[in-house]
């Protein structure tokens, strides 16, 4: 069963634009977006402070090892990096299974990384990436390196979503539920194409704004009601019509 998806450009789509203004008005737009978002990030790391110490302080007493993780991700030109985040699994877990993505339920995650996890904290070290410009405040999530030459042989857009930095928070993010199929896959990256596509002001502040309403608990469908989001997958790709295919499971991209 094959699945379209949708990307609505809108009424300030970029019909009749030449590529070369295109090229210049994102530039422009990136190069504003870049010195905005230091300013902000270090604000938020500045107020949040507090806050990580005494989250660093919980993970160190509930479980062994570091409390703060890092991990190589791919950045904008497939350039790697490390990103930081608070640890919610058990120390070196993958240490017998090599890589793998995270699962509903993962029986790796610790009870205070659950915690972690639906409150979104443990991405609050992420701040420091913006600032040393690894990240952007919003884009597309980052990958491990481990798993992006499977996902671009069964993706052929894959690559398009490394044209520029990943981000914290993306359109993909607060509007689809977490992966469990390549069909999944395929919806977070036509949003995350989509939003290189349309990227501006505006539509930043809508993804900060989804954010927020995710983090308080709002639904996926009503985020994008209510701040009118471009990027929803075509009819197709509903998760009846996923669960009704035969989709890739995740776990089949492992490393071998």
């Not at 302080?57 to 790697?80: C, D, E, M, W, Y």
């Not at 520029?164 to 689809?176: E, N, R």
Request: charged share 25%; proline share 7%.
């Amino acid at each position: 069963m094959s699945l379209t998806y949708h990307c609505d450009l809108g009424e300030n789509a970029r019909a009749g634009r030449d590529d070369a203004w295109l090229r210049e008005e994102a530039a422009r737009f990136l190069c504003y977006k870049a010195a905005a978002e230091i300013v902000i990030a270090s604000v938020l790391l500045l107020l949040t402070a507090p806050l990580m110490i005494l989250l660093i302080i919980l993970v160190r007493a509930t479980s062994r090892g570091p409390a703060i993780f890092k991990q190589v991700r791919l950045g904008r030109g497939g350039r790697p990096y490390h990103l930081y985040k608070i640890r919610t699994m058990a120390h070196d877990c993958e240490r017998l299974t090599g890589p793998q993505w995270s699962t509903a339920k993962d029986p790796r995650v610790t009870r205070l990384g659950r915690f972690l996890r639906r409150s979104h904290l443990d991405e609050l070290p992420q701040l420091w990436n913006v600032i040393r410009r690894d990240m952007s405040l919003v884009g597309p999530r980052p990958e491990r390196p481990e798993f992006v030459a499977k996902l671009e042989r069964e993706i052929p857009d894959y690559r398009e979503r490394l044209s520029i930095q990943p981000g914290i928070t993306g359109l993909a993010q607060i509007q689809l539920p977490p992966d469990e199929g390549m069909d999944d896959v395929r919806r977070k990256v036509a949003c995350d194409i989509c939003y290189i596509e349309q990227m501006s002001p505006i539509l930043d502040l809508k993804i900060l704004l989804g954010t927020a309403l995710k983090v308080m608990g709002s639904s996926f469908e009503m985020t994008r009601r209510v701040l009118n989001l471009p990027g929803v997958a075509g009819p197709d790709a509903s998760r009846d019509a996923r669960d009704a295919a035969e989709p890739s499971l995740i776990t089949q991209l492992q490393p071998a």
